[in-house]
């Protein structure tokens, strides 16, 4: 019953910037880590940043000094703030989270993906 839903991909010139964001909902009691992957066709996902709830950061080598991760616990959404934009980063952006989520009395805690967002820099 959870899920995560990515918006903000797009089509960017190099140098330009693009803010990506995930919404997680349904039946959560909690939400632990959260990250953001990439994904080239043909290439294994990797890790771009991720987030503990408390606010802790951490960033992938090639988009340090690019990228901020960020997150609003109210809202149950983390963003994505892509700047400086190099025609490699182009991708496929997921969402990542562990959550925990309650529902008919049962607590189960699992890892979850967002859909995937297409980000493409091109000139």
């Known amino acids: 019953q959870v899920q995560l839903v990515e918006s903000g991909g797009g089509l960017v010139q190099?140098?330009?910037s693009l803010r990506l964001s995930c919404a997680a909902s349904g039946s959560i009691f909690a939400i632990n880590g959260m990250g953001w992957y990439q994904e080239a066709p043909g290439k294994e996902r990797e890790l771009v940043a991720a987030i503990t709830r408390g606010g802790s950061t951490m960033y992938g080598d090639t988009v340090k000094g690019r990228f901020t991760i960020s997150r609003d616990n109210a809202k149950d959404t983390v963003y994505l703030q892509m700047n400086g934009l190099k025609p490699e980063?182009?991708?496929v952006y997921y969402c990542n989270a562990e959550i925990?989520?309650?529902?008919?009395?049962?607590?189960?805690t699992g890892n979850y993906w967002g859909q995937g967002t297409q980000v493409t820099v091109s000139s």
């Open 14 to 16: 190099p140098g330009g």
């Open 100 to 108: 925990t989520a309650y529902s008919s009395g049962v607590y189960s």
């Open 89 to 91: 980063d182009t991708a």
